[in-house]
């Protein structure tokens, strides 16, 4: 079946602009993850979100990102006044009833 | 802080061989575990999840699970070229975000 979709696949910006990133998680996924991946980095969640839930923000660098999921479903992940810093990759991820995640292709975000 | 620790490698061998991947966690309240692939430019992959001690058996991949040492481990039996890539382990407790580690690269040779 159809996997996790991020769009788009890259976006450039110039540095104090605003983005939105969107993933489209596994259909009847009920929890979705963002992560994002520097040059040379780890993976660093982001933020999380099960079902009707309080999403879970505690990874959020700053209050410049933010993140919503509608409908149970999609999700937009915005990061306003970008920054060189926020250059990376970002990532999306689903999980169903166990507790494996599966990654989208990312969004490969570049902040000039 | 939960944190999970790797050799960065590079971890060459030989086609054919046995590549042996390893990792340690901090969190001993860690439930599930995780070995994904990573190729360069790619996302990860989800090759491996085991979430009780002893070893699990997929293919040429068995997973390996100590948690009183904290340790996970990768086996990849026949090691092909095409398994180069970069390997990342993954802990959580049930159903939260992935704690990764920074992953270890293998190089297969032909």
């Known amino acids: 079946g159809a996997g996790v979709s991020q769009s788009p696949s890259n976006k450039v910006t110039e540095k104090g602009k605003d983005v939105e990133l969107r993933c489209d998680p596994i259909?009847?996924?009920?929890?979705l993850y963002w992560y994002r991946q520097s040059l040379g980095q780890g993976l660093e969640f982001l933020i999380y979100?099960?079902?009707?839930?309080?999403?879970?923000k505690s990874g959020l660098p700053s209050d410049r990102f933010s993140a919503e999921r509608t409908g149970g479903s999609v999700s937009t992940l915005t990061i306003q006044r970008t920054q060189q810093e926020d250059s990376a990759v970002y990532l999306c991820?689903?999980?169903?009833?166990?507790?494996?995640?599966?990654f989208g292709p990312g969004t490969r975000l570049t902040v000039t | 802080q939960k944190e999970v620790e790797q050799n960065s490698g590079p971890l060459s061998v030989p086609e054919g061989a046995i590549a042996s991947l390893n990792c340690t966690y901090s969190d001993r309240g860690s439930q599930s575990f995780f070995w994904y692939r990573q190729y360069s430019g790619k996302s990860p992959e989800l090759i491996m999840s085991i979430y009780s001690n002893g070893d699990k058996e997929d293919g040429r991949f068995t997973a390996q699970l100590n948690k009183a040492s904290q340790y996970v481990s990768l086996l990849i039996r026949d090691s092909q070229p095409s398994d180069s890539a970069t390997y990342l382990c993954?802990?959580?407790?049930?159903?939260?975000?992935?704690?990764f580690g920074k992953g270890t690269t293998l190089s297969v040779s032909s």
């Open positions: 993954a802990v959580n407790q049930a159903g939260t975000a992935l704690i």
């Open positions: 991820a689903s999980s169903g009833s166990g507790y494996e995640q599966y």
């Open positions: 259909s009847g996924h009920t929890a």
């Open positions: 979100f099960q079902g009707n839930s309080a999403p879970d």
